[in-house]
């Protein structure tokens, strides 16, 4: 068999085939080795970007958690700081924490990491950027951490085995401009009226009521006494020996007759009309003729003449009352007179009736008529000095709501609106300032029904809304305080519950739109618990409800507990 034999110029082919074959391999691996360079380098940058990410979460919640917890003091807030560092770990930390309390591992982190670590307190400054000394408690932390040595995956190959990341924060107080609203209703009289003696017991509601009278200084009225008594009438004083000296004491349907002579005849005409004539004996009788008394004549005694001496009483007159109680020579301290308060002991109905207290008359009622018939200032201007409940306990814990925001000095600013003002609508008792002084004396001042005795919520609500719109700044964070006791009844000039409870929800959409937070609070019994929980729905607010029939100091414990909530509340927001 022939072979045949390759020509040179077939072997030149074959070697320079095998030739470019071994330069492609040669190149191959060179780009092999370029692209796994380049691989290593990618995952490296990467996982520095992910690990700088990590790390300035870390940083952001620490910082955080910081300003949180500034109110407490700077010591508190570094303790924070130290906690949620350790709770955000960046990369592989988490296994030097893991199964380990989160004190254990705040030591672990102080111990092997402190020295990366930098807090500062102060005010943001928001020209330089920069937290800046202040001689105020601080209101703004920045945290800077440093971690050194992170390892990289693949950096041993180009010549660098580890990398640094740092990352800082700043996070400050927002101050808050705040409206608060006050319910000045008729009703937030209630629990110092006779009408509490079923809720709150008879002796914690008399206790409080001479509370009351002493704060307005005691005041001695003709011949009252604390607790109420029936009137006793006194007849004109003898003129001769012969002539007597006769009172009766009026208990409605029961007469009691005295005398310093003794009796020919006593006739009573009762409510029917019909006289009944007694003839007794003695000086003295208790007469109940089956029916209100309304007219009394008393035959004893003898005129100059020798006649009968006839002593009348006239009970169906409230002169005879006033006389008896030694009124008719005391001017009524306020505006008006003493009518008003016959009228009011004597009268068939209403809580001094249930009380048990019709026809008596003492501080204790006259100080409840004042409360329940005479609330206006202009009635009763000096009602504001008497605790009268819930509105002292009310004034009490804004008190002390105006305290916590004066201690944290932290650039807040409050103001005050009322409802009802004169006509029934809202009234600004405050603008926003810092003054809060102020507003204390200002809510001190006022008392249930200061200027109208109707329940218009929204008229409140309008005056903090507008004010928030006129002088709220602009980077404060806007909230209202609403407290009421009671329902939405007063809307457009009258008694329009569905009315005025529609403008309360109005308000409150209003609100919502400008971004104003509402935190609601009702309390007693009587408060419309499900409109306050609708208005702090709709403005992304907190409703909190106290039950009625508590004491006064009950009331005062629990809404300062709730305003503590309220002024512990920061907003906080990262500034850098």
Known sequence: MLR????????????????KRG???????????VMLAM???SIDVGYMYTMQSQLQRSVDAATLAGAGSLIDGEDVATDAVHEYLVRNPVGTQWKEYDNQDVGDSVTHFMDNYSQGLTIDYGEWDDTTKEVVPSGRPASTVKVSMQYDNMPFFFGHLLGRETFSIRAQSAAAYQPRDIMVVLDLSGSMNDDSEFSAFNSLGVDHVTANQFQMYEELGSPIYGNLEFEPKWAVARGPAPQTDDQAQVTVEYQYDTVVVNSTKSYDRIRVRRSNNNIVTYYPSGTTGTYTPGGQVREVWAYSGKNADGSDQVH?????????????????????PYSGNWDGYINYCTSSGGQNKNAGFRYKFGYQNLIVYWLEQRSLHNQSPDMWKASAQPITALKSSVAMFVNFIEQADSDDKM???MYNGPGGNGILESILSDDFGYIVAQANQRQAGYYHNYTNIAGGMT???????TRARAGAFKMIILMTDGVANWHNGGVNN??????????????????????????GAGADTNLMQQVADITNGSHFNIPGGKTGDEYAEELTEVFQQIAGYRPLRLVQ
């Open 23 to 33: 330069i492609i391999v040669v190149l191959s691996a060179v780009l092999m080795i």
């Open 312 to 332: 009348y009483f006239n009970f169906t007159d409230r002169d005879t009352f006033i006389d008896a109680l030694g009124l008719d020579t005391v001017n009524y």
């Open 498 to 523: 569905s009315g005025a409870r529609n403008a309360v929800l109005n308000e409150a959409h209003l609100a919502a739109e400008r971004g104003y937070v509402i935190v609601t609070i009702s309390m």
């Open 415 to 417: 103001g005050l609106s």
């Open 39 to 41: 691989l290593a380098f």
């Open 4 to 19: 045949r034999s390759a020509s040179p110029d077939e072997d030149m082919s074959y070697v320079g085939s095998h030739r």
């Open 463 to 469: 005056v903090a809304r507008e004010e928030l719109n």
